[in-house]
């Protein structure tokens, strides 16, 4: 049993620290153990023989007695289950996130605790992490191992409950409900086999929105489907590069349908061809149409313009009369 002494009682301890010396010198002094259980056992028969059957200094009366006639009605059941030691974190930092962490994992609170010098207490044990901000209990996960995150996806605001649940259907939805073309492009956007890894970018191509207009962006992504061009920071750039919004759907060409522009290079066919046709079975050899000023070996040559200078010959002394 714990005998705690008084709250500030200092003269208390002493007298509540007696029994441990008379614990050791009574029942440890002298003796020799074989393993816990033999020291479980001599406690027990100390307790019941020798400690409970003393005449009490203070009391003058014998413990056990004592014990039986006052307190053992007034003790209750012991609990099954052992005691689980909780830990503490105190302030621990409500991130941006709505997350905050606790033995290396993540839980999240609700958004309205959510602010730039929001703190927290967290309580966590085996079972449970309880997070408290002023005494108050705003949150209850079940414990996580470390590395690992528990998410209540409720905790966060409307707005992004489709982004902190990863689901590309919502996402698509709120396409829609900004543009026509905006959806299709949030189509196109997130079709694969893991569209997860994109959410950034669909988060982005909404937010565009909001700080453009929805107006000018399903312009933007309309011309963009138009050269099949899925890439939200390309769109932002035809929005910089095209203040003014485009035609209405209404206004466009075929009622408003996509229609694909032809596509064509921009330098002949022949500029692609660097190796010189084979000759023909015949033995007619096929025009050659590469650059005659191109040598084979890459060096470009110029043909001279004028008359030809005169050869080159060896070092000599020019004859009188002779013109150099």
């Not at 750039?237 to 485009?246: C, D, H, N, Y």
Request: charged share 30%.
């Amino acid at each position: 049993m714990i005998d705690a002494a008084a709250a500030r009682s200092p003269t208390h301890k002493p007298h509540v620290e007696r029994g441990v010396s008379y614990l050791r010198d009574s029942f440890f002094r002298g003796e020799q153990w074989l393993d816990i259980e033999h020291v479980q056992r001599e406690a027990i028969r100390w307790v019941l023989e020798v400690a409970g059957q003393r005449v009490h200094g203070t009391t003058r009366r014998r413990p056990l007695e004592t014990f039986e006639a006052n307190e053992r009605s007034t003790l209750l059941p012991l609990v099954q289950l052992r005691f689980d030691p909780p830990t503490w974190y105190a302030d621990a930092k409500i991130h941006p996130d709505h997350c905050v962490v606790f033995e290396k994992s993540l839980y999240t609170v609700p958004t309205r605790y959510v602010n730039p010098k929001a703190i927290a207490d967290v309580r966590g044990d085996s079972k449970l992490v309880r997070i408290y901000v002023k005494g108050e209990l705003i949150k209850t996960h079940a414990r996580k191992a470390p590395g690992e995150r528990s998410i209540d996806h409720d905790d966060y605001p409307q707005h992004k409950a489709g982004y902190t649940m990863r689901d590309p259907d919502r996402m698509v939805a709120e396409a829609r409900e900004r543009g026509e073309q905006v959806g299709v492009f949030m189509e196109r956007l997130l079709a694969g086999d893991f569209p997860w890894a994109k959410l950034r970018q669909a988060q982005a191509l909404l937010r565009l929105c909001s700080k453009y207009g929805r107006e000018r962006v399903d312009a933007a992504c309309r011309r963009a489907l138009g050269f099949d061009v899925i890439n939200v920071k390309k769109v932002e750039r035809i929005i910089k590069l095209a203040p003014q919004p485009s035609r209405s759907s209404s206004d466009a060409p075929h009622g408003g349908e996509l229609v694909q522009l032809p596509l064509r290079f921009q330098r002949p066919a022949g500029s692609f061809a660097h190796q010189r046709p084979n000759t023909s079975s015949r033995g007619h050899e096929h025009e050659d149409h590469r650059d005659p000023t191109v040598a084979q070996d890459g060096a470009e040559t110029t043909t001279p313009v004028g008359p030809a200078a005169d050869a080159p010959r060896p070092g000599r002394v020019c004859p009188q009369g002779e013109a150099e």
